[in-house]
């Protein structure tokens, strides 16, 4: 579904990424992990079209990502792309489920049907009494949960995680495990992500290691055959201030969310 080809990437003299290349295939969990400053998140970044390579290629279904206009990219990541990030970065101005909502309605949902459609999939992590809450209101482990729910929201193709169970205790960090293997094996979910969290790494079909910017060549297993098409999409502009991207997608999509709340 995914083809990462031949991607490198500096920032001034320092060379991130060299030479990375990576197939996803649909329903599996594929963990990134290694020590930090490998380029995990630069990868993350890259592979889910919030950062731009410096060369190499990233393929979805066929189509070349790189080279897309802005305003396109910013569409098909709608569409197709769910992300969740250490940080819930939930809008604090919004409830969960408006939090929830936002991307649907970006994507061209009626505020109603979204709001349903927010309802359905909080009350389906666990959230059905809490959604009317404001982040500041819930802990983080709900936040968390509402951040899944939000990158679920347009039915993403593939979901990006980077650490997401990074700022949770180990009750959260469980069922933030046991979210993403149900949404494998039920609802055939493909999700890519990093983490440092070794039991979450380990329900990962596939584990890459990366070490200073390249793949360790330890052997794969062979990447499933390419699935359906991939109708939707889900912003899920996760939390951190840490660098992980979301600083960008709330930039990107906070004025078309305010808009289309009004
Ligand atoms: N926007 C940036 N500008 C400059 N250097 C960066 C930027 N993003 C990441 N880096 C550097 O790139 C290296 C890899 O970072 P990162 O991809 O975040 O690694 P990891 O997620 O594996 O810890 C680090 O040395 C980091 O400091
Ligand atoms: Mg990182």
Redesign the pocket.
Known sequence: MLEIKNIYKS??N?E??KDISLSIGTKEIVAIV????????????IASTL?KPDSGNILFNGTELIGMKDKKLSAFRNKNIGFVFQFHQLLPEFSAKENVALPAMIGGMSKKKAMDKASELLTRLGLSDRMDHKPSAMSGGERQRTAIARALINDPAIIFA??PTGSLDSVNREEIQNIFTELRDKFNQTIVM?THDSTLAGIADRIIE?AD?KVSLRPQAPVPPEGEEMESLAIVDPLDSG??GSEYLIRDSIKEIRESVD
């Open positions: 920032f001034g320092l991130v990424l290694g020590p930090s400053g490998a380029g995990k998140t630069t990868l993350l970044q950062e980077d650490e990093v990366m910017g660098g992980d």
